[in-house]
């Protein structure tokens, strides 16, 4: 994962907890002195094992966390991908359009990312259907960006997830519906 991921998980972690936390948390989790820089990919198993620290420290579990995360970082991706984001999209069509134009353009930028490769149906105009088979196994990040999304736009989204790979599924299936507020 980008170095840009893991250096907004610290500021997560430094809004919500304490910035101490993050010191104690990299000393807990073997990366003493551990510096994270924007371009740089680091291995995906730090970002597990930060996670699993900040899911003891906090006593919640490593979902709660992601889709919390998730939410978080939303704000940060906009500010840095907003010229590939149409103004005319709303929450569904920025999901809809994820893949092809967003996650692309994150590859181009840097060959060592490997953001999630998500499959849409736009069932109607107020509901998509996202595929999620990343290995990584985070559909509660792709859970939270989705609020996160929502919240940008001063929408809501109801999400149904009906197969899991938690689960022990080969995919998960998230059904986001947009609700009328
Ligand atoms: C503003 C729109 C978005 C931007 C700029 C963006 C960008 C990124 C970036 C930079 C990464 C890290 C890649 C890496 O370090 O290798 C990533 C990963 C990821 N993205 Fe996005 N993304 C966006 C929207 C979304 C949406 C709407 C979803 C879910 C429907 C999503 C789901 C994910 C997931 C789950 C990952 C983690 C990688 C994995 O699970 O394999 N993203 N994205």
Redesign the pocket.
Known sequence: ??G??YMQLKKFVVTTVGKDDWTQLLDKSGLESRLYLPTN?YPDEEFSTLLSAISKASDRSRSAILEEF?QFV?PE??A???T??SPEWKTLD??EN?EQT??K??RLR?P???????K?IRRTIDEIE?T?D??????S???G??HG?AAHYEERVSIDESRCMLMGDNCCK?Y?KKEVI
């Open positions: 994962m980008q840009i991921i990919t998730g939303v991706l906009f840095l991908y907003g590939f984001i920025l999901i994820t967003i996650h353009v994150v840097n060592g990312a490997d953001p999630a490769r998500l849409t996202v999620y990343s290995p990584r196994k985070m559909c990040l792709a859970k960006i989705i999304v998230l986001v």
